[in-house]
């Protein structure tokens, strides 16, 4: 069974999105995060009760960056480089954990 290796406790800055300026307002307005940029948005100008922006300070550590509440840090795989020693005997295929891949013969021209 794989452990995984937590230096730290995590710690997280914020758990909870930053939403659109006025999209609680208005059902049609999205709620995924959009700079306001007006001239005079009490967001923008950063006043008392008004929503957070996103910056900087919110980052987490490095050492515990990626690193999900069971301590493993998710990542897809979308490349394979693994070959099993069954496919090293052929070489037309490869054999992936149980899938069996073939691959095309490269012709070789012979001059």
């Known amino acids: 069974m794989v452990k995984p290796v937590?230096?730290?406790n995590i710690f997280k800055k914020r758990t909870t999105k930053f939403t659109r300026h006025c999209c609680d307002r208005f059902p049609g307005l999205p709620t995924s995060w959009r700079k306001p940029r007006g001239i005079d948005s009490p967001v923008r100008r950063r006043y008392k009760g008004m929503k957070a922006m996103p910056n900087k300070?919110?980052?987490s550590d490095r050492v515990t960056?990626?690193?999900h509440t069971d301590g493993f840090k998710?990542?897809?795989i979308n490349t394979c480089l693994?070959?099993?020693s069954d496919a090293a005997d052929e070489e037309?295929?490869?054999d992936l954990?149980?899938?069996r891949i073939i691959k095309k013969k490269k012709n070789?021209?012979?001059k």
Do not use: A, E, N, Q
């Open 6 to 8: 937590v230096p730290k």
């Open 57 to 59: 300070g919110y980052g």
């Open 65 to 67: 960056k990626y690193i």
């Open 74 to 76: 998710h990542f897809p």
């Open 82 to 84: 693994l070959y099993t």
């Open 92 to 94: 037309d295929s490869v």
């Open 97 to 99: 954990g149980g899938r």
């Open 108 to 110: 070789k021209t012979i």
